[in-house]
Structure formats: structure tokens, C-alpha cells
């Protein structure tokens, strides 16, 4: 049981800081500028819900997927563990990952009618970093109950959180200095790039037993 709460930590862990619900709060606030306040929540309420059907539904049938493509896990595990350390690079730097949303993206959406779906949804909480993620783990827990819903509930907590800082996004902007925002976000991204190390190395560990 020690076992399995600790995977479940390490799985929320994980969810979060490559969804990193605060990096969230700019761009949010660059894509919504035309919105008002009820509009943004309700946005954001969207968004929110819209990312966690997804990664659930990556959760529940990401080995399905990588069996149609002919994927293996452990070709799966190596990439997804070098896109998180891309991202965890510009997070250490503070910069915006363009794995995550690009600039182009974000000045086209401002012209669009809903941007609940696209970009806020998809791809930037629930982006191929996040959906590695959630299939990796999906793939270690096997199904067990414990760690099943130990990711489950990552995704739930971590979307969850995005809602949160969302709905709050204009006052969070004006009480939190960026000075702060960047050295948190500093911080997780050098866990994410622990994290993303031991995709790589378990990836590299099922391929050479494949061999």
C-alpha cells in the first residue's frame, strides 16, 4: 500500500507540474483580453472540463491507441520522457514552451468565438506532454485500483487547479510579482526534468528487453 500512495503522490507530482496550472494565468489572460469577467469564468470553467475528458480518455484507452499504431510502450516512454525535458528546459529558463502553445496560436485565437477547446484545452493544458504523461503512468499503475486512481485523481486535482487559477486569473495577476511566478515555476521544472529522466531511462530499459 506504501507502494501505491506513493506512486499516486508521484503521478499528481507529475500532472501537475507539466500542466503547471500558474504558467497557465498570462496566457489565459492574452487569449481571454476581450472577454469580460463572466465570460472568462465561464471560459475557463469550459477549458477546465474540456482537458480532463481528454486526458481521461488518454488515460482510459492510451494502450489501445499505441497498439493500432504498432507503439511500443517503451518507444512511447523515451519520447514522451524527451518532450518533458524540453519543456522542463523552458521552465527552468521561464520561458513559454512551444510544445505547450505557440504565439501564432495564441494571436489567432483571440479572432475566434470559443477558445474554451482550442488552444486553452488542447493543446495547452492538455498537450502531448500531458498526455504522455497521463498514458505512462496509466501503463505503470496495470489497472491495480490503487494507482489507477491514484492518476485519475492527478488529472482531476491538476484540472481542478487549472479551473481555479483561471477563474482567478486577473487578480492573481496583480498580487502575485512575476519575480515569484518565475522561480516556482524554476523550481518545477527541475523536478519535471528528474521526472522526464526516469521516463527515458524506463524506456530505454523495456526496449533493450524487447531486443
Known amino acids: ?117 482550442f488552444p486553452l484545452a488542447m493543446p495547452m493544458l492538455a498537450g502531448p506532454g500531458a498526455i504522455a504523461t497521463v498514458a505512462v503512468f496509466m501503463s505503470r499503475a496495470n489497472w491495480r485500483l490503487v494507482p489507477t486512481l491514484g492518476v485519475f485523481a492527478a488529472i482531476t486535482i491538476t484540472c481542478l487547479a487549472c479551473w481555479l487559477f483561471m477563474r482567478g486569473a486577473s487578480t492573481a495577476e496583480r498580487f502575485l510579482p512575476k519575480t515569484l511566478l518565475h522561480a516556482f515555476e524554476r523550481v518545477m521544472g527541475l523536478l519535471l526534468a528528474a521526472i522526464a529522466v526516469e521516463f527515458v531511462a524506463g524506456g530505454v530499459r523495456d526496449l533493450v528487453r524487447m531486443g
Open 1 to 117: 500500500m506504501g507502494a501505491d500512495l506513493t506512486f499516486a503522490v508521484v503521478a499528481l507530482s507529475a500532472v501537475f507540474f507539466v500542466i503547471d496550472p500558474l504558467a497557465c494565468v498570462p496566457v489565459f489572460l492574452s487569449i481571454t483580453s476581450g472577454h469580460d469577467a463572466p465570460s472568462r469564468r465561464k471560459v475557463a470553467r469550459r477549458a477546465a472540463f474540456a482537458a480532463w475528458v481528454i486526458l481521461c480518455i488518454f488515460a482510459l484507452a492510451g494502450g489501445l491507441i499505441f497498439r493500432a499504431f504498432g507503439i511500443s510502450l517503451g518507444a512511447f516512454k523515451v519520447a514522451g520522457g524527451i518532450m518533458l525535458l524540453l519543456m522542463s528546459v523552458d521552465m527552468m529558463r521561464a520561458n513559454p514552451s512551444p510544445t505547450r502553445t505557440t504565439i501564432e496560436e495564441q494571436d489567432e485565437s483571440r479572432s475566434r468565438a470559443d477558445v474554451a477547446i
